[in-house]
């Protein structure tokens, strides 16, 4: 292949495995030569529950559906299919739970497929060992930490680049199930593997990484990105759907807090004198990417377990509480804490209550500016947390009598909100909380990975 | 003086991360973006206190190419905790629409 002319060309057919892949869009994207499908499911986006309990955000038949249209396609095309991030937070379990779905459809489909699956969870004492040698920093904001804060983690994932997904290919894998990846690792893995410039292909990768959200029409598909040696194209696989230089461009901004820099394992993309050009009304070329190599780190994601909360949810519409909220609300948090205090004492631990006015000021938590019209109606949420379900929900019993007829004033009578529900009370479950926010130095993207393939003598019913 | 929310087409944020939120101010137009973009009242000092974060831990990055600018700042609790109210930050930048700029 003369080199001006290589094009590495990556079928990105959604921005998260689960949300609905489109079989047409992939048939179109393999009818205009792509060299593989690579795609994320994961992310910490939604928050630290998915991590913490190793439960995927999508639903199993959500996931199953997209990888078989996935499969199905990559068998007839001949090409490899990877997925990064497996079952949301990419941790063991969550990797397990993917793969049997991946074998459960390749029996369905009659396929022997090739299957790599590239584990990336840390023991968090192996962690603790690796800070007290010094291997392992904060990432701003944070500034300090103890050794001890890896072990107080439920679970630890280490960010993977392409390194790994490149050897599972080389060793000829079809399928590559990856656990914790960068978005853009696993989609620019087949570009840096076949030759392609590094910074077109970390540059192509991220703007790729969320399917069609670089188009004018977010929610419709997915995208090719064709990488070559100083430059990429991206083009939306929906013909219905456009890329323009400011679709493409604008995506550098996304849930990044810097628009120029992104750092990777073991580099950083610097996009600071990339052009976008047009080469039609739905095709963007980008050059002027760079990759400036690093020592090789990896990001750790840390999640556990807190404490158990118990809700309740009533709606008010009286009007002498509703000119009042804020002098009702912090009477009531008072008279609410010095209950539970009195009826449980010291059977209620370390509790929290938090109360939240949807309608007022929930959001935000912060003082209304006067002046402003009093609402039609509030929903206010109750909040205990406490060191089990059943302290949580015993606060909640305790509370509910006031919470439901707490007047404005003692003065007056009796009044009684409106509870939507009976019991008033759910047990919503535990609070998790994200507790790593730092990078490990590693020799190399091997270091702390584990490879496993799938023998399918052990599914001898295939 | 005119309101940010009226100098933009669009303002929004979103998470960046478990620690941190970022701001994109898309101005109408270049013209506007390159009159108001550096305001005061968009800098740091007096951004910092707007979120209950520490001045030099605000970061503004202009994206003249976009009309843009970035605001990040890190979350005063990481995403998803006891105190959460808005997990994925996409609220946070009502607190600041109705910012006068000089």
């Known amino acids: 292949m003369n080199s001006n002319q290589l094009s590495i060309n990556i079928l990105v057919p959604i921005g998260a495995l689960g949300l609905g892949v489109d079989e047409s869009d992939v048939i179109r994207g393999i009818q205009l030569g792509a060299h593989a499908i690579a795609c994320d499911a994961g992310s910490t986006d939604s928050g630290p529950a998915y991590l913490a309990t190793g439960v995927s955000k999508y639903s199993r038949a959500a996931i199953k559906a997209d990888l078989k249209i996935l499969m199905r396609a990559r068998n007839d095309a001949g090409i490899p299919l990877l997925i990064g991030s497996c079952g949301t937070s990419g941790c063991d379990k969550s990797l397990d739970w993917t793969c049997e779905i991946a074998i459960e459809i390749a029996i369905e489909l009659g396929q022997q497929p090739k299957i790599a699956v590239i584990y990336s969870e840390q023991e968090p004492q192996l962690m603790v060992s690796y800070a007290e040698k010094g291997r392992i920093g904060p990432l701003p904001p944070n500034e300090t930490f103890e050794p001890d804060l890896f072990s107080a983690c439920d679970r630890i994932v280490a960010l993977m680049g392409p390194e790994p997904y490149i050897a599972a290919l080389k060793e000829g894998a079809d399928i590559v199930l990856g656990g914790r990846t960068t978005d853009t690792a696993v989609l620019a893995a087949v570009p840096l593997m076949l030759g392609a410039g590094v910074g077109p292909a970390w540059h192509a990768a991220k703007i790729a990484e969320c399917g069609a959200l670089c188009a004018t029409r977010p929610r419709e598909g997915g995208v090719l990105i064709r990488v070559g040696l100083n430059s990429f194209v991206v083009e939306p696989l929906r013909p219905t759907n456009s890329c323009t230089p400011n679709t493409v461009s604008a995506h550098m901004l996304y849930e990044n807090s810097n628009p120029f820099l992104l750092y990777e394992p073991g580099g950083v993309l610097d996009v600071t004198n990339a052009k976008y050009l047009a080469i039609d009304e739905r095709t963007v070329r980008v050059i002027g990417s760079c990759f400036k190599v690093m020592p090789y780190t990896m990001k750790l994601e840390g999640a556990a377990r807190g404490g158990w909360q118990t809700i309740m949810l009533v709606g008010i519409q009286d009007r002498k509480v509703l000119a009042n909220i804020d002098i009702f609300i912090n009477r009531m948090h008072a008279v609410l804490t010095a209950l539970v205090q009195k009826a449980m004492g010291s059977a209620a631990g370390n509790f929290h209550i938090s109360l939240r006015p949807y309608g007022w000021n929930a959001i935000s938590g912060l003082s209304v500016k006067e002046p402003v019209a009093a609402p039609q109606e509030i929903g206010l949420l109750f909040i205990a947390t406490a060191q089990t379900q059943e302290v949580a929900t015993q606060i909640a019993k305790t509370c509910n009598p006031w919470f439901f007829h707490l007047p404005l004033e003692e003065s007056q009578g009796l009044p009684s909100y409106g509870f939507p529900f009976s019991p008033a009370e759910l047990e919503r479950g535990q609070v998790f909380e994200f507790k790593l926010n730092h990078i490990v130095q590693v020799k190399d993207g091997f270091e702390l990975v584990r490879f496993k393939y799938v023998n399918w003598k052990e599914h001898a019913h295939a | ?102």
């Open chain 2, 1 to 102: 003086m005119p309101k940010l929310e009226d100098l933009c087409h669009q303002i929004r944020s979103k998470n960046a991360g478990p620690f941190w939120i970022t701001i994109d101010l898309f101005f109408k137009d270049r013209e506007t973006f390159d009159r108001y973009s550096g305001a005061k009242e968009l800098q740091p000092a007096q951004l910092g206190p707007l979120f209950g974060v520490q001045i030099d831990q605000v970061g503004c990055y202009l994206v003249p190419d976009l009309s843009v600018l970035k605001i990040s700042y890190p979350r005063r609790d990481p995403q998803g905790g006891v105190v959460e109210r808005d997990l994925h930050g996409g609220q946070q930048y009502i607190r600041i629409v109705d910012l006068e700029l000089s």
